[in-house]
């Protein structure tokens, strides 16, 4: 019996050692441990405690255990503990959604085992907490899309260079898919592009463990170079080693290529705006200039883009007023086209422009921003006026003309029958001196209209070849008595001076006008400079309103430092009967005389001046080729005797014809006379004996002079012809001369005028 009784109380022991160490086993598990009878719980190991947020065993005790399960799968679980507590066999690892006392979610691995608990039916259930494990399959996973689903290719590969992994982005990028790429080299996809160099680079900073960023042209597997954006990333192993490379890649092929379009229109347009014959700007409403073009530096005169940069366009305008206008009807308009404008350059000349400009506006119409383009325009507006000038000018010219001519056959005859009446009436001083005064004033007369068919250009010249420097010298005695005593006259000739073919007569009248205008600008003394110099044009230059063509000149040059003109004043010089002089101290036909001499030479003239600055006239001549001729003086005859030649007289105007016919008769000449060409032509057929001299005048109505004398040279080839007019508008007006070898009397003319000139020209 005492043996019997050992054995029993040695198991027990053992048993409860047994359970002891289950117990501590089940306590240290770090999986949560639960028992329960009758869907209680009845044990919670420390796991348990843990994994269900609970303070201690005792807050799990006693609940149903279907309170620790997600209620998403309580209903499923409810039907597991059924079928096992039936069938009495473990049932198979499951996931399962569980739930903590405070309801948050525990994912968890969980096998359930049936046994007996102090003599009831028990369950045994053991939980893994994968929570952790879940989310980061979960993170990988989205990762794993993400990388598929990237737009940008992506590829991995180890430090050698042989590809692991890529995404389809790649395959659509490349044409390569990854089966065929995956062990490849990187250089599969190598262009020829870049050079060794490139690589080498890009290797030697991805394997020092730094990051490479940058563009490369790459090949596709047709053979198609594109061009990405590339990062490529170093990735370390566990050792702290490089042992991958991630390479994220983005295709900026047709980016680049509308980039490169962009560049070239860029350069086409900053070429275009850089070389533009207008100058271009950009400025801000309230003047600020922003950007311009080479041509807006040379119109303003700029000496650099910066000068022209810290300038305010609003002080370019020549008025104020002006930069307000512009403003008003560019913001009402919102853009202007070849809107006039007066501007002035950075050393205060005054230039003509036309501007075309478009604003920027805000949403609210508020104007922004300026882009305008301007061309000058000044040339143009000038040639304009002076185009304008010239037809005032001519039309001017065309009237003078035309009354002058009247003019001087009223005058030839007051003159003739003037002196006709002196001539027999020796003895009576009273009518003798009243005869002079009508004389005086005819000759008066004879003058002013001298200067009308100058101006008008409608006056017979009778040029020669000649050196301005003669003429300057002969008349240097006569200019200083008509200066004061206070003026001093200086003269700078050149030496070589080319020479010229006009009347001296005309330029000499031409010198006397200019110092004398000189004199009356210096009331208290002062100096007069009369240069002269040979001048070579390259190209065709505009002086005064004439467009001088290439050649060689010879120019002199007239300048005072007496008061000087203004602007208003300066643009009304040459114009006929324009005086600044008190009424009774000038015609104002002075330097219209003095264009119309010029002009009728070919010549050209223009003057500069401005108030307190003096002024300077500057006219040019075409030169000449041609030999000095020996006098540039008419030789005047002396005292003409009469004669017995037979002289056919044709004239228009009744009292001069009849003039002529008595004083010729008087002088013992037989004259037949004709009141136009018509009648001449009869009396030339219809005669008899020969005729011995033409005296005709030039334009008469029907056929002219010269047409006349051509005819009766036909019929009788040795008669005389001498030329008489106020002026001529054929051949002689269109050359401005005197054909070769013809005698000319200018209208009006005295007695003595006229038999003395018959006499000449008969005795040729």
Not at 573 to 591: I, N, Q, R, S
Not at 610 to 625: N, R
Not at 736 to 757: I, N
């Amino acid at each position: 019996m005492a043996s019997g009784d050992v054995v029993p109380q040695e198991a027990e022991e053992a048993l409860r050692e047994s359970e002891s160490r289950y117990r501590t086993l089940v306590e240290l598990s770090p999986d949560a441990i639960l028992v329960h009878v009758d869907g209680k719980v009845v044990f919670a190991n420390a796991a348990s405690v843990r994994l269900f947020g609970a303070n201690d065993s005792r807050a799990l005790l006693g609940r149903s255990i279907l309170d620790l399960v997600h209620p998403d799968t309580r209903a499923l679980v409810e039907q597991r503990i059924q079928l096992l507590l039936e069938k009495r066999r473990a049932v198979p690892t499951v996931e399962e959604k569980l739930q903590t006392l405070q309801g948050k979610p525990i994912e968890a691995e969980v096998s359930a085992v049936p046994f007996v608990y102090q003599g009831k039916a028990a369950v045994q259930v053991i939980a893994h907490d994968i929570s952790a494990r879940k989310r980061s399959e979960q993170q990988l996973h989205l990762q794993s899309t993400a990388l598929n689903s990237a737009a940008n290719a992506i590829v991995i590969a180890d430090r050698s260079g042989r590809v692991t992994w890529v995404n389809p982005a790649f395959t659509r990028l490349s044409g390569y898919s990854f089966e065929e790429v995956a062990g490849q080299l990187l250089s599969l996809l190598k262009s020829e592009h870049q050079d060794p160099v490139f690589h080498r680079n890009l290797w030697d900073t991805i394997l020092a463990g730094m990051p490479w960023r940058g563009e490369i042209v790459n090949r596709r597997k047709d053979g198609t170079s594109y061009v990405e954006e590339m990062t490529i990333t170093p990735v370390y192993d566990g050792a702290g080693r490089v042992s991958h490379f991630i390479a994220i890649e983005q295709d900026v092929t047709e980016r680049k290529r509308a980039q490169e379009a962009l560049e070239v229109s860029e350069e086409r347009y900053r070429k275009f705006f850089e070389e533009d014959i207008s100058g271009d700007y950009i400025s801000t409403p309230d003047g600020r200039l922003l950007a311009c073009n080479p041509t807006f530096l040379k119109i303003f005169g700029f000496s650099s883009l910066q000068e022209a940069l810290s300038t305010n366009v609003q002080t370019l305008f020549a008025q104020p007023e002006s930069r307000r206008g512009y403003l008003a009807l560019l913001s009402g308009k919102k853009k202007l086209e070849r809107f006039g404008v007066e501007f002035k350059k950075r050393d205060g000349t005054r230039i003509y422009a036309i501007e075309s400009s478009f604003g920027t506006f805000d949403e609210s119409g508020n104007l922004l921003e300026i882009k305008g383009y301007i061309f000058d325009d000044t040339e143009r507006k000038r040639l304009e006026e002076q185009f304008l000038q010239a037809q005032k000018m001519e039309a001017i010219g065309r009237l003078a003309g035309g009354v002058a001519h009247d003019f001087n056959n009223l005058l030839t005859a007051i003159l003739g029958y003037s002196d006709l009446i002196q001539r027999r009436t020796t003895s009576d001083q009273w009518l003798q001196h009243h005869i002079d005064e009508i004389r005086k004033a005819a000759e008066r007369a004879t003058a002013l209209t001298r200067q009308l068919l100058t101006f008008s250009r409608k006056q017979v010249i009778q040029p020669k070849v000649f050196n301005l420097n003669v003429v300057l010298t002969d008349m240097e005695k006569m200019l200083r008595r008509l200066i004061s005593e206070d003026v001093d006259l200086r003269m700078d000739l050149e030496p070589r001076l080319s020479t010229i073919k006009s009347d001296p007569n005309q330029i000499e009248q031409v010198l006397m006008n200019l110092v004398i205008n000189a004199r009356d600008a210096m009331p208290h003394g002062g100096r007069v400079v009369i240069r002269t110099e040979n001048v070579t044009l390259d190209k065709s230059v505009y002086l005064g309103s004439e467009n001088l063509q290439p050649g060689q000149y010879a120019a002199i040059t007239v300048s005072d430092n007496g008061s000087g003109i203004d602007a208003e004043t300066l643009g009304h010089v040459f114009e006929p009967f324009f005086t600044t002089k008190e009424v009774g101290k000038g015609t104002g036909l002075g330097l219209s005389t003095v264009y119309g001499i010029v002009k009728q030479s070919n010549g050209a003239i223009s003057v500069e001046s401005a108030p307190g600055q003096g002024t300077t006239f500057k006219i040019l001549f075409p030169a000449v080729g041609e030999r000095v001729e020996e006098s540039i003086r008419d030789s005047t005859a002396g005292p003409a005797a009469g004669g017995s030649e037979t002289i056919l007289l044709v004239e228009d105007e009744d009292a001069i014809r009849e003039l002529g016919k008595e004083i010729l008769e008087m002088h013992g000449y037989r004259v037949l006379v004709a009141g136009n060409a018509q009648k001449a032509a009869e009396i030339i057929r219809t005669i008899s004996g020969r005729i011995d001299l033409l005296i005709t005048d030039v334009v008469m109505p029907g056929m002219g002079g010269q047409d006349l004398a051509q005819m009766v040279q036909s019929v009788q080839p040795l008669i005389k012809i001498l030329f008489v007019s106020g002026y001529a508008e054929d051949v002689i007006l269109k050359q401005g001369s005197l054909p070769p070898g013809r005698a000319f009397l200018q209208k009006p003319y005295v007695v003595s005028a006229l038999t003395q000139k018959v006499r000449e020209v008969l005795a040729r």
